[in-house]
């Protein structure tokens, strides 16, 4: 990746505001790419109500660039112990109101040990990217929901059925927001180090998947050649 493409994109985005659908996506990210001034850059434009995670805020903020929607959103990051390795969940009282509602996306630096090797400090830039930029799309469809909605979205979560149609959509919404080269990044990553073929998430670990809910990577990659944006980066 070539840097002043990046940051010319980042600038066109802050112009755009929160009108903007989808950032033009990039092959694969690395650390090494984004000088102190590129990280200022994005910091000013996309830290305004935001706790970055120690450790990753620049993974955090280009996540974030993808999300202009979520520009004035107030998102506070965790890293701490949890059995789930990243979790997003709405807080306060502003959860009655789509227009001021607050999330905590939570990251684990310690957890039950056959997840430990797939914690996000394990995994490459790139596939951080991917996986925050994941639980960002969480909130972009939190943010466009009721009340109800939301309520209703908890009480379903009993369902396994619809965990698995939950999660697969927020794939989709990840990559509709150009950050499907990430996401696959993580996708790939994941089941290769578990070695595993299918991933259902921390609690179905080596379990047979009847449905697929996160994305496995020939589904990345079959929805992405179906976007514009995205030819000739599978």
């Given at each position: 990746?070539?840097?002043?493409?990046?940051?010319?994109a980042?600038?066109?985005?802050?112009?755009?505001g929160?009108?903007?659908?989808?950032?033009?996506p990039?092959?694969?990210?690395?650390?090494?790419?984004?000088?102190?001034?590129?990280?200022?850059?994005?910091?000013?434009?996309y830290?305004h109500n935001?706790?970055?995670?120690?450790?990753?805020?620049?993974?955090a903020?280009?996540?974030l660039?993808?999300?202009?929607?979520?520009?004035?959103t107030h998102?506070?990051?965790?890293?701490?112990?949890?059995?789930?390795l990243?979790?997003?969940?709405?807080?306060?009282?502003?959860?009655?109101n789509?227009?001021?509602?607050q999330?905590?996306?939570?990251?684990?630096?310690?957890?039950?040990?056959?997840?430990?090797?797939i914690?996000?400090?394990?995994m490459?830039?790139?596939?951080?990217?991917?996986?925050?930029?994941?639980?960002?799309?969480?909130?972009?469809?939190f943010?466009?929901?009721?009340?109800?909605d939301?309520?209703?979205?908890?009480?379903?979560?009993?369902?396994?059925?619809?965990i698995?149609?939950?999660?697969?959509?927020t794939?989709?919404?990840?990559?509709?927001?150009g950050?499907?080269?990430?996401?696959?990044?993580?996708?790939?990553?994941?089941?290769?180090?578990?070695h595993?073929g299918?991933?259902?998430?921390?609690?179905?670990?080596?379990?047979?998947?009847?449905?697929?809910?996160y994305?496995n990577?020939?589904?990345i990659?079959?929805?992405m050649?179906?976007?514009?944006?995205?030819?000739?980066?599978?």
């Amino acid at each position: 990746m070539k840097r002043a493409p990046f940051i010319i994109a980042v600038i066109a985005v802050c112009i755009a505001g929160s009108s903007a659908v989808a950032q033009q996506p990039v092959k694969a990210f690395k650390h090494s790419d984004f000088t102190a001034a590129d990280s200022l850059a994005l910091l000013r434009a996309y830290s305004h109500n935001k706790q970055l995670p120690p450790g990753f805020q620049l993974q955090a903020l280009v996540a974030l660039s993808y999300f202009p929607e979520l520009k004035n959103t107030h998102i506070r990051f965790m890293v701490k112990h949890a059995y789930s390795l990243l979790q997003t969940r709405p807080i306060g009282r502003g959860i009655f109101n789509r227009h001021t509602r607050q999330f905590t996306i939570t990251i684990s630096d310690s957890t039950y040990w056959k997840l430990a090797t797939i914690q996000l400090d394990n995994m490459n830039f790139n596939a951080q990217v991917g996986v925050i930029g994941h639980e960002l799309s969480h909130v972009s469809d939190f943010i466009r929901r009721s009340f109800i909605d939301l309520a209703m979205s908890g009480v379903k979560h009993i369902s396994s059925k619809y965990i698995d149609g939950f999660e697969y959509r927020t794939d989709s919404i990840c990559i509709a927001h150009g950050l499907g080269c990430q996401l696959l990044a993580w996708s790939r990553f994941v089941r290769a180090t578990l070695h595993t073929g299918d991933y259902d998430g921390a609690d179905n670990i080596n379990k047979p998947m009847l449905h697929e809910r996160y994305m496995n990577p020939a589904t990345i990659i079959a929805h992405m050649k179906k976007m514009e944006i995205y030819k000739g980066m599978e």
